[in-house]
């Protein structure tokens, strides 16, 4: 008797669509080789994790630093966590039980869900997100509810948003400001107002704010240091993004220690605890390396004027996005939807960007494109979009 192997799989995983971004990304592995692609598709800083935090993690390792720490992570790690969230984000944290040390921030997500999350548990997050966000709510049993932005709002998201998506039975908030893949963020005023929808709904909240660094224009403000939010709400971050760290996995939670706990018992029996080289880096990172999330910041900000101007030049609508090293322009004036404007751009002037609907369907008619890679390179990935733009122009004309 032959026997069929995919009826073993879990019902949950089976019905999990792969993500957008490698689906698409599939196509691109296609052109490996080919030195003329210019990817403006996986969100990854091209910047080299700055050389005195790679010399500290070798210095470590070659001091034998190869075994396990505490669960919570390394006691100074946790230590300088601490004091770089009270310096940069205005919210104290004990070291001791309120702070965790996670495999990036996607392993602190997944633990949060896993933590908090009962069977059909609903979990309210904005659209469009981050392409783990609604998989990782269903892999947790619970039901996923999008709360769309807008272009016209500069894909903030609003608490008239969060009101009308509600539905009885909600329990978490997702937030990511700024946010993958829009760049979109909020100002104070409208984080008060979500904060007191929050308050309202008695909500747990996971802040996703690995991408604050990043910010370009005014404040970041974040929800947990607002009034009555510290104690419900989960404050996530990592070294990925702004210290060009992302190969080396390593994230953090903070929040109430009784739901760090809660977060901590599932990682111990997942996970263990984050790499000690990993923790040994992230140290270094904190202690010394905010002038070079400054110099890098200061490069993104000028990448980020340079696509947005030259992609409304073109004549696809671009907001100014505040914060991350993404740009999401409206690509519907050229006649094409979303993928087949990726795919023909790659096909025809080997750029590769990912469709918006990878990030959930209220990315229609977008496309992402990073910035976090070389001016130069950029100026050419522009002219090769004009080009194809006026490619699809020109067709249009002739029929």
Not at 254 to 260: E, K, Q, R, S
Not at 330 to 342: C, H, R
Not at 348 to 361: C, I, L, N, S
Not at 366 to 388: K, N, P, S, W
Request: net charge neutral; aromatic share 10%; with cysteine.
């Amino acid at each position: 008797m032959q026997s069929n192997p995919s009826k073993w799989v879990a019902g949950h995983v089976s019905t999990l669509p792969k993500s957008g971004i490698r689906d698409f990304f599939e196509l691109v592995a296609k052109m490996k080789g080919d030195a003329s692609v210019i990817s403006l598709g996986v969100g990854e800083p091209d910047f080299t994790t700055p050389w005195h935090i790679r010399e500290h993690a070798i210095y470590a390792l070659e001091r034998g630093k190869t075994y396990y720490t505490s669960n919570l992570g390394m006691p100074e790690l946790r230590k300088e966590i601490s004091r770089y969230v009270a310096k940069h984000f205005g919210v104290d944290y004990r070291p001791d039980d309120q702070v965790i040390v996670t495999v990036g921030v996607s392993e602190a997500l997944d633990l949060a869900f896993r933590a908090f999350i009962n069977p059909g548990d609903k979990v309210m997050y904005h659209q469009p997100c981050y392409v783990s966000y609604h998989p990782s709510i269903q892999l947790a049993h619970g039901e996923a509810i999008a709360v769309p932005t807008y272009a016209k709002d500069n894909f903030a998201l609003t608490a008239e948003a969060l009101e009308a998506a509600w539905q009885p039975g909600a329990k978490i908030l997702m937030l990511n400001l700024p946010c993958n893949p829009t760049g979109g963020t909020c100002t104070r005023e409208q984080i008060e107002r979500i904060a007191a929808f929050a308050r309202e709904k008695d909500l747990l909240v996971l802040s996703d704010e690995i991408y604050s660094e990043l910010t370009f224009e005014g404040e970041h403000v974040s929800i947990a240091s607002l009034p009555g939010m510290a104690e419900r709400t989960i404050f996530l971050h990592g070294f990925s993004k702004a210290f060009a760290m992302t190969g080396w996995r390593i994230g953090y939670a903070c929040g109430p220690a009784v739901l760090i706990d809660a977060m901590m018992k599932v990682h111990q029996y997942a996970m263990m605890c984050a790499s000690i080289i990993a923790q040994e880096g992230a140290l270094e990172a904190l202690r010394n390396g905010e002038e070079a999330v400054a110099r890098m910041r200061e490069q993104y900000h000028r990448r980020r004027d340079l696509v947005v101007r030259r992609f409304n030049e073109i004549g696809l609508t671009c907001h100014s996005p505040r914060g991350s090293f993404y740009a999401f322009p409206q690509v519907t004036s050229s006649g094409l939807n979303e993928k087949a404007f990726a795919e023909g751009l790659l096909k025809e002037q080997k750029v590769a960007v990912v469709p918006g609907t990878a990030f959930g369907t209220n990315g229609s008619g977008h496309v992402r494109a990073c910035f976090a890679t070389g001016y130069e390179q950029l100026i050419d990935a522009c002219d090769r979009m004009e080009r194809f733009v006026a490619g699809q122009q020109q067709g249009k004309v002739s029929t």
